[in-house]
């Protein structure tokens, strides 16, 4: 289409400009050879001292690089997808609380797939619950709480995984836990079961070693 929209500018503003454009299909070659910079095969390429074609071929030029950089920008916004990226970590299935003596553990696996794995990936996991408040519209009170996990240590490379392998994350749920609420080890499943609504939200981030951009994964447990 811009070719054609050129061709018609030369057709009609390079008469007299020592381009011998004696056809419209002369016209739309040089208007493809000027975007295109291929070269020109004119007899005089300054045609002829012609004030006509100065806007003509600044703005022909101007043109193609605005469309050389949209084209670019396109290919690399698709090529370099962050969501494509991200569904090569996977998550377990299901999240497992175990139970010990004095405590419970809330624990699930990350992995992941790709060939080149992320750089510097880290792992948060959150609560959302719902509390029944009477003060708060619909009686329910919308909790977003980050748990502390137990692995990946942050005290150990800076809770830095290796996904590589899979790898094990868990929140240890005692007093202190937001999931305990205070509550003590044998009142735990009594507590669980109080909880209208429970989600647990782990969150993967990391940097594309390809294209180094930002990414998230993310999987819910409810």
Known sequence: AFWLLFATWWWLAAGDCHA?????????????????????????????DCLEVVPL???QSLVALLLDAMFLNLLYARFSSAFARANAIVFSDVAVVTEDTDSATLTFRICEIA???LIEPLVRVYAV????????????DIRVCALELQEPNSDIADGKLFLSLPAMVSHRIDEHSPLAQGQGRTQLNQHFLDIPFLEIVAVVSGSCPVTGNSLEARQSYA
């Open 20 to 48: 011998e454009l004696v056809t419209f299909r002369r016209a739309f070659l040089l208007s493809l050879e000027t975007m295109m910079t291929i070269g020109y095969g004119v007899p005089d390429p300054y045609f002829g």
């Open 57 to 59: 071929l600044s703005c």
């Open 115 to 117: 060939k080149r794995p």
């Open 129 to 140: 619950m719902h509390v029944p408040d009477q003060s708060q519209p619909g009686d329910v």
